[in-house]
C-alpha cells in the first residue's frame, strides 16, 4: 500500500524558511514515479501546483515560487524547500506522487503559515 507522510510545516514570519519533507513508502522508489510534487490550497482557493519534478528529473514550478522554492527528490523522500517565505504562501500543503497506471497518491497535507 502506498503512502506518503509530510513533515515540516508550521508558522514562519515572513521572509523565513522552510522545508517540507514527504516520506513514501509502499513505492519501489520515487525515481519511478512518473512525477512527484507538492501541491496547496490557500483557504477559499482551488489546489494549485506549487512544484514538481518529472520521472526524466524537470522541475517546474508555479509562477508565484519560482527563484524562492526548489524541488528535490530522494529515493523514497521529497522535499519542498521554501525560502523568502510570503504571507500569500500560507496554505495547507499537500505532496503527491503519480504512478501512472499504479495511481495517483495524496500526502495527508501539512499547514504553512506565514506572518507578515
Known amino acids: 500500500q502506498v503512502q506518503l507522510m509530510l513533515s515540516g510545516g508550521g508558522l514562519v514570519q515572513a521572509g523565513g524558511s522552510l522545508r517540507l519533507s514527504c516520506v513514501a513508502s509502499?513505492?519501489?522508489?520515487?525515481?519511478?514515479?512518473?512525477?512527484v510534487g507538492w501541491y496547496r490550497q490557500a483557504p477559499g482557493k482551488e489546489r494549485e501546483l506549487v512544484a514538481a519534478?518529472?520521472?526524466?528529473?524537470t522541475s517546474n514550478y508555479a509562477d508565484s515560487v519560482k527563484g524562492r522554492f526548489t524541488i528535490s527528490r530522494g529515493l523514497n523522500t521529497v522535499y519542498l524547500q521554501m525560502n523568502s517565505l510570503k504571507s500569500e504562501d500560507t496554505a495547507i500543503y499537500y505532496c503527491n506522487a503519480d504512478l501512472g497506471a499504479r495511481g495517483t497518491y495524496w500526502g495527508q497535507g501539512t499547514q504553512v503559515t506565514v506572518s507578515s
Open positions: 509502499g513505492i519501489i522508489n520515487l525515481f519511478s514515479c512518473e512525477s
Open positions: 519534478k518529472t520521472r526524466g528529473g
